[in-house]
């Protein structure tokens, strides 16, 4: 019986890791049955997304229509499992993957499965954020919350994760929808690959994939210096000197709050009480046990407020003395 995997992140869980992983151990997933092919020159899948969403060149494919036949053609009509792997397949706007046209695409197969990892909305909203960091500046953190809550979405990416639920439905039935905590994933035994691996019954165990040497997951430094970090830097964007300087400052001022959240205490308590309806509205619908993991999540529960005025003056001083 032949069957396809979709595996279409969300951001910021892990995506880069598994796809490194899988990539770096096609030959040995192939003895297991498993076939990660190698698309385009990346070792994610994101070029077959770029048949309906314009995506930059290192990711684009020429012709994403006949690598998506070629997939068919070559295993569809086998007793192997297909694993495609891009986070760009859950992304909302400003262009989305027509879902009716991806379920036909891969009608071959014998069973579809699509594997969607959820992160709860507090951890999820603070990563995006610090990714759109490292290319410009988010502009101020309460306008960045609050214009998420109000839209439901952030950086194109669903913040209500029934909105991407909907999206999936206008293509694939219910019972072909897995839906993976990410937060309960990662701190399961094994963690989130191994978590994987049982969700889809695959023939393999984590501990038999070789790591791929140093890790390319998109790494962000710790929230509070990149959110004063941008601060400093308005409207340009932040150049890792600048973290670097505000991190040393951060760690002599308050040494605990390396890995503090962005949230004050009410912004997390209004957070909470906006997600709550979406995520109950969401475990209604899906029939399959899902469940969100704590938020904001493990760590600490030091929030922005405990870089009070001494940080400040402390700081000002360090880049008057030494700018640049």
Sequence with gaps: MSRIILHIGTHKTATTHI??????????????????????????????????????????????????????????????????????????????????????????????????CLRNQAGFLQSVYQQISDERNPGRWPQFLNQALERRVVDGL????????????????????????????????????????????????????????????????????????????APGVAQPALVARVLRQIEQSVPEAGSATLFSRAELAQLRRTVRPWNRRLHARVSDGFEFGPMPGPGPRIFRGRLETQFWMDLCRDLALAPG
């Design 158 to 233: 669903s913040l209500d994760y029934n909105l991407l639920y909907d999206h999936l439905r206008t293509g694939f039935a219910p019972g072909e929808i897995q839906l993976v905590s990410y937060d309960l994933a990662r701190s399961s035994a094994g963690g989130i690959v191994q978590n994987l691996i049982e969700t889809l019954d695959l023939p393999v165990q984590s501990t038999e994939l070789v790591a791929c040497g140093p890790d390319r997951a998109n790494v962000s430094p710790p929230p509070l210096a990149s959110l004063v970090a941008n601060v400093i830097a």
């Design 19 to 116: 796809q490194d992983l899988f990539f770096h151990n096609r030959k040995l997933l192939a003895r297991h049955g498993i076939i990660y092919p190698r698309i385009g020159v990346m070792r994610a899948h994101h070029g077959l997304a770029s048949g309906w969403i314009k995506l930059p060149e290192r990711y684009r494919l020429r012709n994403p229509q006949g690598a998506w036949t070629r997939i068919v053609k070559t295993w569809a009509a086998t007793d192997k499992t297909i694993f495609i792997s891009s986070e760009e397949f859950s992304r909302l706007y400003p262009a989305r993957v027509n879902m009716a046209q991806l379920r036909d695409i891969v009608s071959g197969f014998d069973d579809i499965t699509v594997l969607c």
